[in-house]
């Protein structure tokens, strides 16, 4: 039996016809093109040198993507069938676009900063690089609260390391050898690799034989999660957050193909790299307990994060405290240079008690998703998506210190529902659909079950 998606709405209409207008590549088109002009604006008006260097390559990479997706348009114009417009055709723009955009990027500014150009990565490279080695020769990649007083004050805002303990891994390779290898990005980029790769066979080998409408859908949002600007930009200047976008974006993926366990695992690692996973690892929880698999994607999902915490919380406690929870709260010694002009940022700034009012609205979205998963959890991947996607969006409007760069987490996740939503959810017990006694009452209430 398949568990089947709600029908579509108005909005998911309107992204339905925009997406699959003249066979994806006008959406195509529009998003190469675009990125060719933000990237181009990057180099000439950054004023952060990795970005500018990011830019005069990727300018170069999206062009070159804007070309080549006009060609296909031309040639789908002239024969529907040519093979130069088809998915295949697509995929392989999409590839060399990523890696012109993305990893050519990745690759030259780690060249250059092992060459000794000081000004070709951004802080939480350093950051992940120092966190390796304290890691390798302390068992903790954090720094004390003495230990960062007694920095001087240009350098102690380095000294923190607001992610989890195994963001540490990424830093590891360079505290063994010094090469342009060893760069945190390229390690970045690897898993990111790896681990699109694996969301790709999950949603294409999941619930039935592959359709080209589902094609589609997965390949647009692998382009969300890659030749995005957002997301290119991320990965060659910092990257630290690909391989958590990656990871909850595979966790969603196995929760489509009724892999609970899979599923938890897999978020489970990405919480173990950075908070923002958390948000998503409870609400895929709140998902397998609709489907009698609460314990075992629970385990995944909140037991590799506190395996993490527990061996570099016997160490040193103070230090963990101080990088994971004070800093990001704002009562560390510095004060978190990420301040983009979001709504929390500006209500913090301007208004009395600005702070406080931002953290209510922010703690009022937050009980506002939490009735919603107790009065009526998500019993499909695309409703778990969609909860993940509108509610990170929400709390980074609203936090008081944030970075434009996170908006590829909602981006991402939304744009990925529409492949969950074309991949079948078989159950796996007797052939019963699950919960069929939910499941009647929902449809006298004229509610389909992902509502």
């Keep these: 039996m398949t568990a089947h998606a709600d029908p579509p709405g108005p909005a998911s209409r309107r992204w339905s016809a925009l997406d699959t207008a003249a066979g994806g590549l006008a959406l195509d088109l529009g998003l190469y093109a675009a990125a060719t002009v933000f990237a181009a604006i990057t180099a000439a008006t950054s004023t952060l040198p990795p970005h500018r260097g990011w830019g005069a390559i990727a300018t170069i990479g999206y062009a070159l993507a804007t070309l080549a997706a006009t060609t296909q348009l031309l040639a789908r114009r002239r024969n529907p069938g040519s093979t130069l417009a088809g998915l295949p055709a697509r995929w392989t723009v999409t590839a060399l676009t990523w890696a012109t955009t993305a990893l050519l990027p990745v690759v030259v500014q780690s060249v250059q900063r092992a060459g000794g150009r000081t000004d070709r990565a951004q802080e939480e490279v350093i950051v992940v690089e120092h966190a390796g080695a304290r890691l390798a020769e302390h068992g903790t990649p954090y720094l004390g609260p003495d230990a960062i007083a007694a920095l001087p004050p240009g350098e102690q805002l380095l000294g923190y390391t607001p992610y989890q303990p195994g963001m540490a891994l990424f830093g590891l390779p360079r505290?063994?050898?010094?090469?342009?290898?060893?760069?945190?990005?390229?390690?970045?980029?690897?898993?990111?690799?790896?681990?699109?790769?694996?969301?790709?066979?999950?949603?294409?080998?999941?619930?039935?034989?592959?359709?080209?409408?589902?094609?589609?859908?997965?390949?647009?949002?692998?382009?969300?999660?890659?030749?995005?600007?957002?997301?290119?930009?991320?990965?060659?200047?910092?990257?630290?957050?690909?391989?958590?976008?990656?990871?909850?974006?595979?966790?969603?993926?196995?929760?489509?193909?009724?892999?609970?366990?899979?599923?938890?695992?897999?978020?489970?690692?990405?919480?173990?790299?950075?908070?923002?996973?958390?948000?998503?690892?409870?609400?895929?929880?709140?998902?397998?307990?609709?489907?009698?698999?609460?314990?075992?994607?629970?385990?995944?999902?909140?037991?590799?994060?506190?395996?993490?915490?527990?061996?570099?919380?016997?160490?040193?406690?103070?230090?963990?405290?101080?990088?994971?929870?004070?800093?990001?709260?704002?009562?560390?010694?510095?004060?978190?240079?990420?301040?983009?002009?979001?709504?929390?940022?500006?209500?913090?700034?301007?208004?009395?008690?600005?702070?406080?009012?931002?953290?209510a609205l922010l703690v009022a979205v937050g009980l506002a998703i939490a009735v919603r998963l107790l009065r009526r959890p998500p019993r499909t991947a695309v409703a778990t998506a969609a909860i993940c996607g509108y509610g990170l969006l929400a709390a980074i409007l609203l936090m008081p210190s944030t970075r434009f760069g996170y908006l590829l987490y909602p981006v991402a996740l939304l744009v990925l529902a529409p492949a969950l939503t074309l991949t079948g959810t078989p159950t796996r017990d007797t052939g019963i659909p699950a919960f069929p006694a939910t499941a009647r009452r929902d449809a006298a209430e004229g509610r389909t079950p992902e509502e």
């Design 175 to 359: 505290a063994a050898v010094d090469a342009w290898w060893t760069d945190a990005r390229v390690w970045f980029a690897v898993v990111t690799a790896l681990v699109l790769a694996a969301l790709v066979t999950t949603l294409r080998t999941a619930g039935g034989p592959t359709t080209p409408r589902r094609t589609a859908a997965v390949l647009r949002a692998v382009q969300a999660a890659t030749v995005l600007p957002v997301c290119a930009l991320t990965l060659a200047t910092g990257g630290d957050d690909l391989p958590v976008l990656a990871l909850c974006l595979l966790a969603l993926a196995l929760a489509a193909a009724d892999r609970p366990g899979r599923a938890g695992l897999a978020v489970g690692a990405a919480g173990a790299l950075k908070l923002f996973a958390w948000p998503v690892a409870i609400v895929l929880v709140c998902w397998a307990a609709t489907r009698r698999a609460a314990g075992r994607t629970a385990l995944g999902a909140l037991g590799l994060p506190v395996l993490a915490l527990v061996p570099v919380l016997l160490v040193d406690r103070d230090a963990l405290v101080e990088n994971v929870l004070r800093f990001p709260l704002g009562h560390g010694l510095v004060t978190s240079p990420a301040q983009s002009p979001f709504p929390g940022h500006l209500i913090a700034e301007t208004l009395p008690a600005g702070r406080a009012v931002a953290a």
